[in-house]
C-alpha cells in the first residue's frame, strides 16, 4: 500500500479512536499495535514492549516528575494570592495597575509552577473577585486571567517545552531560553489589549490609584521573594553549567518543599501527600504519553509514512511560508481538542523532518508550536482553562469567559506572526547564552 495513503487511514484510525473516550496514551498504544499486528505480523507484539520502556530510559525525563513537584508545593499554598497582592502594592501608581498585576502575577506564578491550570486557579481567586468588586467587566475580569495562565507552557521552567525536546532530541537548554523573550512579548500584548479595553469600558474610576504605605509594600516580599529566588537560581545553575536541567529540577522541588513548609506552615503530613499524590498522577500520565508516543512513532517510522510524508513536502513546489501557514492552522485545530503534551509527541516525528527541509530552526519552531497550545487552552471544546475560571467564578458564563478570552487569541496570533517576521525573538537568547546551535 502506498505509504501516504497508509498514512491517511493511521491519521482517520487516531482521531476515531481518541474521540472514542479512551485516554491517549492508550489510544496511541491501540492504533500503534493494530497497524504493526496488520503488517508486520504477530512478531511485532514482541518489540512494543521493548520500545515502550525503551523510551522512557532517559534522564531527562527525571526533570518532569521534579519541576511538576515543584509547581504542585506552590499552588498548595497562598503562594499565588502573595504574588498577586505583592504586584497589586507595588503596581498601584501604574494606570490600571490591578489587571496589570493579575497579567504580572500570572507570569510569575507560571515561571514557578509551569502549570497553566494551576496559574488560572491560584492567581484566578483573588484577582476575579478583587477586579469584579472594583467594577471591571467580567470579559476582562476572567478573560485576562485565563489568558494569562497560558504562559505556563511558555515561560521557562515549561514541561511542554522538556516534552518538545526529549521527543525531538533538542537542548531543553535552548528551549526554555527560547521562551523568554517570546514569554514576555505576550505579557506585554495582554496587557496592552487590558488596558485598552478597560480604556474602552469608559468608567476612569478604574484606572485610579489605590494608595499603600512603604510598610505595606515591604510587608508581603519575605513571603514571595523566596520563590522568586529559586526560580533564578534553577535557571543560573542550569545556564551556568552547574547542573543539568534534571539536577536542577531536583534540587528546586526540594527547596520549594522546604520554603512551602516554613514560610506557609505545610506541616500536615496529609496536605504533603495530597502534594506528592497529584504530581505523581500527572507525572506517570505525562511519561504514559511520552511511552506510548514512542510506540506511536515507531510505527510511522517502520511503515515508512513519516519519510514518506517528508519527502512529499520536500517535492512541493510551495513558498515555505504557505507551508509553514498549513502546519499551523493544523497545530491549531489539533490543539482545539487535544492536551500541549499529545499533540507534540504525536506530531513531532512528522513534522521535524519537514521544517528542517523546509530550512526552519528547530527552536523557533518549538515556540510557535508552543503558542498554538496556548490557544487551545482558552479555545472550546476543549479549552480547559476556561472550565478552570468558570469553576472559580461560575456566575459568569463560560460565553462571557469565552468572549473575554478571544482577544488574547489574537494577541497571541500576533505573536505567532511577529515570531515569522522576527524569528531571533526565539532564537537571539539562546545563542547569545549557549552559542550558535
Keep these: 500500500m502506498d505509504p501516504l495513503l497508509l498514512g491517511l487511514i493511521v491519521a482517520i484510525a487516531t482521531i476515531v479512536v481518541l474521540f472514542s473516550g479512551v485516554s491517549v496514551a492508550v489510544g496511541l498504544l491501540i492504533v500503534a499495535g493494530g497497524f504493526l499486528i496488520i503488517f508486520d505480523g504477530m512478531r511485532s507484539l514482541e518489540l512494543m514492549p521493548e520500545i515502550f520502556f525503551g523510551k522512557l530510559d532517559n534522564f531527562a525525563l527525571l526533570s518532569i516528575p521534579?519541576?511538576?513537584?515543584?509547581?504542585?508545593s506552590i499552588a498548595s499554598t497562598r503562594a499565588g494570592?502573595?504574588?498577586?497582592?505583592?504586584?497589586?502594592?507595588?503596581?498601584?501608581?501604574?494606570?490600571?495597575?490591578?489587571?496589570?498585576?493579575?497579567?504580572?502575577?500570572?507570569?510569575?506564578?507560571?515561571?514557578?509552577?509551569?502549570?497553566?491550570?494551576a496559574?488560572?486557579?491560584?492567581?484566578?481567586k483573588m484577582g476575579i473577585p478583587e477586579m469584579r468588586k472594583r467594577g471591571y467587566p467580567d470579559s476582562v475580569a476572567a478573560g485576562s486571567i485565563a489568558a494569562g495562565g497560558t504562559l505556563g507552557i511558555l515561560i521557562p521552567p515549561s514541561v511542554t517545552m522538556i516534552v518538545y525536546g526529549i521527543a525531538t532530541e533538542t537542548s531543553?537548554?535552548?528551549?526554555?531560553?527560547?521562551?523568554?523573550?517570546p514569554g514576555f512579548l505576550l505579557v506585554v500584548l495582554f496587557m496592552a489589549w487590558s488596558l485598552y479595553q478597560t480604556w474602552r469600558s469608559g468608567d476612569v474610576n478604574l484606572l485610579r490609584v489605590t494608595p499603600y504605605t512603604w510598610a505595606q509594600k515591604f510587608e508581603i516580599l519575605p513571603r514571595?521573594?523566596?520563590f522568586l529566588a529559586i526560580i533564578l537560581g534553577v535557571l543560573y545553575a542550569m545556564y551556568g553549567g552547574i547542573a543539568t536541567p534534571s539536577e536542577t529540577a531536583a534540587v528546586g522541588a526540594l527547596l520549594?518543599?522546604?520554603i512551602a513548609m516554613v514560610i506557609y506552615k505545610l506541616w500536615d503530613p496529609r496536605a504533603l501527600w495530597v502534594v506528592l499524590r497529584d504530581s505523581t498522577r500527572e507525572s506517570v500520565m505525562i511519561l504514559f504519553i511520552i511511552a506510548a508516543a514512542g510506540v506511536f512513532s515507531y510505527m510511522l517510522s517502520s511503515l515508512f509514512i513519516t519519510q514518506s510524508i517528508a519527502e512529499w513536502i520536500g517535492t512541493l513546489d510551495v513558498n515555505r511560508w504557505v507551508l509553514m501557514g498549513a502546519i499551523n492552522v493544523f497545530l491549531l485545530i489539533a490543539g482545539f481538542f487535544l492536551p500541549p503534551v499529545a499533540v507534540i509527541l504525536m506530531a513531532a516525528p512528522i513534522l521535524l523532518p519537514i521544517i528542517t527541509?523546509?530550512?526552519?530552526?528547530?527552536?523557533?519552531?518549538?515556540?510557535?508550536?508552543?503558542?498554538?497550545?496556548?490557544?487551545?487552552l482558552i479555545s472550546p471544546p476543549v479549552g480547559l482553562n476556561l472550565y478552570v475560571i468558570n469553576g472559580i467564578a461560575p456566575d459568569i458564563k463560560l460565553?462571557?469567559?469565552?468572549?473575554?478570552?478571544?482577544?488574547?487569541?489574537?494577541?497571541?496570533?500576533?505573536?505567532?506572526?511577529?515570531?515569522?517576521?522576527?524569528?531571533?525573538?526565539?532564537?537571539?537568547?539562546?545563542?547569545?547564552?549557549?552559542?550558535?546551535?
Design 81 to 117: 494570592a502573595d504574588l498577586y497582592e505583592a504586584l497589586e502594592r507595588w503596581l498601584t501608581r501604574v494606570p490600571g495597575g490591578l489587571v496589570i498585576s493579575n497579567l504580572g502575577a500570572c507570569a510569575l506564578f507560571s515561571a514557578m509552577s509551569g502549570s497553566s491550570p
Design 66 to 72: 521534579m519541576f511538576i513537584i515543584m509547581g504542585a
Design 357 to 376: 527541509i523546509a530550512g526552519f530552526d528547530p527552536i523557533w519552531f518549538a515556540v510557535v508550536l508552543t503558542i498554538n497550545m496556548e490557544i487551545g
Design 119 to 124: 496559574t488560572c486557579a491560584a492567581i484566578g
Design 399 to 437: 460565553k462571557t469567559i469565552l468572549y473575554g478570552s478571544l482577544p488574547y487569541v489574537g494577541c497571541m496570533i500576533l505573536a505567532i506572526i511577529l515570531l515569522c517576521l522576527f524569528p531571533g525573538l526565539a532564537t537571539w537568547l539562546p545563542n547569545a547564552v549557549m552559542g550558535m546551535g
Design 256 to 258: 520549594c518543599l522546604v
Design 224 to 226: 514571595v521573594l523566596p
Design 172 to 181: 531543553i537548554g535552548r528551549l526554555f531560553l527560547a521562551g523568554v523573550i
